[in-house]
């Protein structure tokens, strides 16, 4: 390890999404590729992989520990939903919200996660008033609450700003983040490129999009150049995805902001290459960014590119994921 490092290789199953949803690996398969890779902290997704979601019963409950011990897993995060628009029906209450963050909590007590990563929609504010409420809860299940800082949010925001500032007032030990390394995307990511070339849109407009992009220009301004040349849904829906991936902005030392307050990481990427380098996302600069702050727990690999290749080959999750973890192993001084 290098010195001072006190990160671990983990990987959330949301990475064998593609071959799960197809049946191609079972949620056993799952734990058993990341044992051979050396990964040791799962984060799971209990909607789609735990049987009678959120209670399931307790056979089931044996069965995962049994899983864990059998392949030498450690529980490092459980990922969660709150559905603040109840299927885009109406607005959820924050008393309904608070309830099923704390059914959430239940259930990760059960299965030994001690972190949850709750979203709560693409809403553009912190949710104070649901996090301020469930404090309690977490405290007595003693499940800390680290809500996922996701692109296109920056480090220096006023989003981040009012959750420091909650941690702050309560002191509490139950909250913090879940920031997730598309944060400092530096490309517009060639699978991207590629897929919404299949779809159609137009290599002029994508050139006109790609200069927009990395000149930072409005979104607004993005999408009314794409319409002013007679640009069709692909090349609209192309013209948010690149300014979305594209995050020049964050600056990884800037993970020393809250890094105290930093309980689980999500490894993002969305392609390896063979000689196991993520061309988009630039981790000899992130790890030892993530080291010198003082960031400990699980660095859980999150494979993202398979919507992106889905339509045109077939995906390999496990090898993308066995490539990030050569690289991780390799900036952590493993090996």
Request: aromatic share 10%; charged share 25%.
């Amino acid at each position: 390890m290098r010195e001072g490092a006190k990160l671990k290789r983990g990987v959330t199953l949301y990475s064998y999404q593609e071959e799960y949803y197809t049946r191609a690996m079972t949620l056993e398969d799952c734990l058993a590729e990341m044992a051979c890779i050396g990964a040791e902290g799962v984060e799971i997704l209990p909607e789609q992989m735990v049987p009678g979601y959120p209670n399931p019963p307790q056979s089931w409950v044996d069965e995962w520990f049994q899983m864990l011990e059998k392949y030498n897993l450690k529980p490092a995060c459980m990922d969660t939903f709150v559905d603040t628009t109840c299927g885009g029906h109406r607005e959820m209450s924050t008393a309904e919200a608070v309830e099923t963050l704390v059914t959430h909590m239940k259930l990760a007590d059960r299965l030994g996660f001690r972190v949850i990563r709750p979203t709560t929609g693409p809403v553009p504010d912190a949710a104070i008033d649901m996090i301020q409420q469930v404090l309690p809860h977490a405290e007595k299940y003693d499940v800390k609450v680290a809500v996922e800082i996701h692109a296109p949010t920056l480090l220096r925001s006023q989003f981040i700003d009012t959750y420091l500032e909650l941690i702050h007032k309560t002191g509490t030990k139950h909250f913090g983040f879940t920031p997730d390394m598309g944060l400092f995307c530096r490309t517009i990511p060639r699978i991207l490129v590629e897929h919404f070339q299949r779809r159609g849109a137009d290599p002029a407009i994508m050139e006109r999009v790609n200069a927009a992009v990395f000149a930072r220009r409005p979104q607004e301004e993005i999408g009314a150049d794409i319409a002013n040349m007679g640009g069709k849904e692909a090349d609209q829906i192309y013209g948010f995805m690149a300014n979305y991936y594209y995050q020049p902005e964050n600056d990884p030392k800037d993970i020393s902001l809250i890094a105290p307050y930093v309980y689980n990481i999500h490894g993002k990427f969305y392609e390896m290459t063979e000689d196991c380098v993520e061309p988009n996302i630039p981790y000899d600069t992130i790890i030892p960014a993530l080291i010198d702050a003082g960031c400990t727990g699980y660095i859980n690999s999150e494979y993202e590119g398979q919507r992106l290749t889905q339509d045109a080959f077939e995906t390999d999750s496990c090898e993308q994921v066995r490539r990030h973890h050569l690289m991780m192993a390799r900036l952590l001084g493993e090996i």
